[in-house]
């Protein structure tokens, strides 16, 4: 039995959390799934292929207005083609021809990293990709704002649980979907336990405060909380916005998170169009 509970939009109901990466992964293979039926090598390629510039895995691509996992990309569509780099805060860099190259068995992406001999890329995101993609730059909020501090309070005790002072570990300030109104990303975590224990009262967010309507609400993007402990069974994760990207020209900003825990490192992209959904992730263990 464990004590842990996952909250996402999707699945408001106890779930168990040590799952979520399996969850992942499996909406990607379902996704590829998908994707493979209209085999990519049967079409002309499109831009819309996205990698994470540091591990050069492949997320999948945005073509068409929808989502493709790797499993739905030719590979020798990508081979020698030019990636514009965008680094985390949104900064369009250099173009850069990729190639494919032998993924490491802890990855679970294809991997592709530049043709060109060089320093390595600073952390950031490659985009094929003829809109920009960074029509909007977060700006970064003070972790002792005393406001946001008590929007994540506040959303605790929604769920029962107790923290009068949470400290953040990540405040943005970004108008995601572009209609003059900013919206704000709150990561916190408490966690008092070991890597694989948490203790009662325990919890890791992301919280989003968005603007429905004329008001502002709070919706999480990704929560896990620990109403009890739990010892050996739970391996609390941490969450972080990687970074805030049009990554499928549509005007809207994605959020990339990062997803950490004692034995692996994923990022995700998620959309305001349906927060519990994962559009496409990559998964890096030890
Ligand atoms: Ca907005
Ligand atoms: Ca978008």
């Known amino acids: 039995m464990t004590d842990r509970r996952m909250v996402t939009p999707a699945a408001m109901s106890a779930a168990d959390a040590r799952h979520r990466r399996r969850l992942i992964l499996g909406t990607l293979a379902l996704i590829g799934a998908t994707a493979c039926s209209s085999r990519a090598s049967q079409q002309p390629w499109t831009p819309g292929a996205i990698i994470d510039a540091a591990t050069g895995q492949l997320y999948g691509a945005a073509r068409q207005g929808r989502w493709v996992a790797p499993a739905g990309i030719d590979p020798q569509a990508l081979q020698g083609r030019e990636f514009i780099h965008y680094d985390r805060e949104g900064v369009r860099g250099a173009t850069t021809r990729l190639r494919s190259q032998p993924t490491a068995e802890t990855c679970s992406n294809p ?13 950031g995101t490659y985009l ?20 946001y501090r008590a929007v994540v309070s506040d959303w605790l005790a929604t769920r029962d649980l107790t923290d009068p002072a949470p400290q953040l570990a990540q405040a943005l300030r970004v108008d995601l979907d572009g209609d003059g109104r900013d919206e704000v990303i709150l990561a916190a975590e408490r966690q008092r336990g070991s890597i694989t224990s948490t203790r009662a009262g325990d919890y890791s967010v992301l919280l ?36 805030t990207l049009d990554l499928n020209g549509d005007g809207h900003l994605e959020v990339i998170v990062t997803i950490q825990d ?13 927060l519990g959904q994962v559009r496409l992730s990559w998964n890096c263990g030890p």
């Not at 991997?111 to 952390?123: C, D, E, H, I, M």
């Open 262 to 274: 004692y034995e692996a490192l994923s990022q995700a992209i998620y959309s305001l169009d349906d």
């Open 208 to 243: 989003l405060r968005l603007w429905e309507q004329d008001r502002v609400v709070t919706r999480p993007l990704l929560a896990d909380l620990y109403p009890h402990d739990c010892t050996a069974e739970c391996a609390p994760r941490r969450y972080r916005v990687f970074s």
């Open 111 to 123: 991997t592709y990293r530049p043709v060109a001999a060089s320093p390595g890329p600073a952390p």
């Open 128 to 147: 094929a990709a003829d809109w920009d993609a960074a029509p909007r730059a977060a700006t970064r909020l003070g972790l002792d704002n005393a406001t």
